[in-house]
Each structure stands twice: as structure tokens, then as C-alpha cells.
């Protein structure tokens, strides 16, 4: 539902922030606090990352930082909730993607030398 909209958010990140999902703490992570948000945790507090992406305020809800303002009050605790849950799995899927490449780097960083196997760490 909120794929588009992170997405966006995800290139801004990316931009202004590289490493950022290293910053994330995702058992804490909650869209609906302007603290502990993905601008929160990545910045200190949501006004601060807004500043900092050079977005206006109006846009968050297009980048994915905030639900729409259509949400009805009665649906949007639950609308950050899934908000925060396509955050969670964009985070997720990164960290993944950076333990596969640390793992091929060992990888290729394991040589024989004089018949043994040497790890060289990194």
C-alpha cells in the first residue's frame, strides 16, 4: 500500500543520508511518533529530517513519512502501523542485502597459502 510513497522516501534517504538503515532501530520504530519515526531515528526528530532532506512539510505524506491526511482519525493509528511496516521490510531487505555482500567479500578474501587456509578479516 505504501510501497510508491516509501520508495521515495528510500531515494531521499539515499541521498542525503547514505548508510541510513544502519541508524534504524526496528524494534522501537513507529511511524507515529515524531521521535522514533524513520526521520526521527535517522535524524533525532521528524522536523529536523524534513529539514534536512529539504522537503516541505506538505510533501512528507508523498515520501512516505507520514500517512495522507485523508486517513480517517479512526484508521490512522493502523495507518502508520502499516506505514511503519513497509519501512521495516525496506530496512530489512537492505540489511540482508549488505550481510550477502559482506559474505561474498569473505568469501573471496579466503586464500590457500602454503597448503592452509588463511581468513583474512576485513
Do not use: K, N
Not at 75 to 84: E, I, K, Q
Amino acid at each position: 500500500m505504501y510501497e510508491t510513497t516509501v520508495a521515495e522516501g528510500v531515494r531521499l534517504l539515499d541521498t542525503h543520508e547514505p548508510g541510513w538503515e544502519s541508524q534504524v532501530d526496528l524494534a522501537s520504530l513507529d511511524m507515529f511518533s515524531p521521535h522514533y519515526c524513520m526521520l526521527g531515528q535517522v535524524f533525532g526528530s521528524f522536523g529536523v529530517g524534513v529539514s534536512a532532506l529539504g522537503i516541505e512539510w506538505g510533501d512528507t505524506a508523498e515520501t512516505g513519512f507520514i500517512i495522507s491526511d485523508g486517513v480517517p482519525e479512526m484508521f490512522r493509528r493502523d495507518a502508520y502501523d502499516r506505514l511503519g511496516e513497509t519501512w521495516r521490510e525496506i530496512v530489512m531487505e537492505r540489511r540482508q542485502m549488505f550481510l550477502d555482500e559482506l559474505a561474498d567479500i569473505t568469501q573471496e578474501l579466503v586464500a590457500e597459502e602454503e597448503g592452509q587456509r588463511v581468513l583474512v578479516t576485513v
